[in-house]
């Protein structure tokens, strides 16, 4: 079921295998920790910070921090969206001065079934932190329909830190050829979101998108296949490394647009 706790301290191990729990304090986890199965870990207002800090397993786990709360893995170093049919993962962070943070984390995969979709979003102010994330991959096998890993940082202070990230591979088709949209991963910045990936290299069936208010530095990206570029700016729009372009489509609004290796 659903557990609200006011605070959890401790050496011993942890495991959560449905439902969710809800942190309000100052926490602190040493021992072993394991959440799978879609169960949902969440932290919420000023004085909730919970570090995780031993041992850790956090495959197709749902996380939330909001209201200012701080939600910490130090330890987990791959994540797996090991849902079945249509079933959604969530990260959400919102809410000023709000942060999740995986200072191990090394790579993300998606699903492996239908419509299979993981969504991590910074709305309001809130932050997530993934300094040692290098790629983010759709699942190896099965059904390829309409999966799909988001990213979104929406509004003012809302921020995705993404350092170390090369490369994003969805399995979705062309845009040229398609039309579902909906088949590609997604990176996001609106209403004055900003997401920092500027080792970013790579994308395959990944959706891009800014707006005239956000933030979304893309100079070193040089491959793009299957995927979709949306930017939007009042300053001239530069690709600059960019170039192959295989099955891509590419739109730039502003004073100018530029792409100089295609």
């Known amino acids: 079921g659903d557990q609200l706790v006011r605070s ?11 439902g969710s729990l809800t942190l309000h304090d100052d926490s602190s986890l040493t021992g072993e920790f394991g959440i799978s199965g879609g169960a949902s870990l969440a932290v919420h207002g000023p004085d909730a910070l919970l570090t995780v800090g031993g041992p850790q397993t956090i495959h197709d786990a749902n996380f939330a921090a909001t209201g200012g709360a701080t939600l910490r893995f130090t330890q987990a170093t791959e994540y797996r969206h090991l849902g079945g049919f249509s079933q959604s993962r969530d990260w959400y962070v919102e809410g000023n001065g709000s942060r999740l943070i995986f200072d191990a984390l090394s790579q993300i995969t ?23 994330l290098t790629a983010i991959r759709d699942g190896e096998t099965g059904d390829t329909s309409l999966r799909a890993i988001h ?9 995705i830190d993404l350092p170390k990230l090369t490369s994003i591979s969805d399995r979705g088709e062309s845009p040229i050829a398609s039309y579902v949209n909906a088949a590609h991963s997604s990176l996001g910045v609106q209403r004055g979101g900003v997401i920092e990936a500027v080792e970013l290299i ?3 069936g990944t959706r891009i998108h800014t707006d005239v208010l956000s933030d979304f530095p893309l100079g070193n990206l040089t491959t793009a296949t299957n995927s979709i570029i949306h930017l939007v700016g009042n300053q ?13 489509a590419i739109r730039m609004e502003g004073p100018a647009g530029r792409l100089p290796l295609l």
Do not use: C, K, W
């Not at 050496?11 to 295998?17: D, N, Q, Y």
């Not at 990213?151 to 921020?159: E, M, T």
């Not at 729009?237 to 891509?248: D, F, K, P, Q, Y």
């Open 110 to 132: 998606g699903g492996t079934n239908f419509n299979t979709q993981l969504n991590i979003s910074a709305f309001s102010g809130g932050r997530i932190e993934l300094p040692e």
């Open 202 to 204: 790579e994308i395959a």
């Open 236 to 248: 001239p729009i530069e690709l600059a490394a960019l170039s192959s372009a295989v099955g891509t």
């Open 8 to 18: 959890l301290n401790g050496a011993g191990g942890l495991s959560i295998e449905s």
């Open 151 to 159: 990213l979104i940082a929406d509004g003012f202070g809302s921020q």
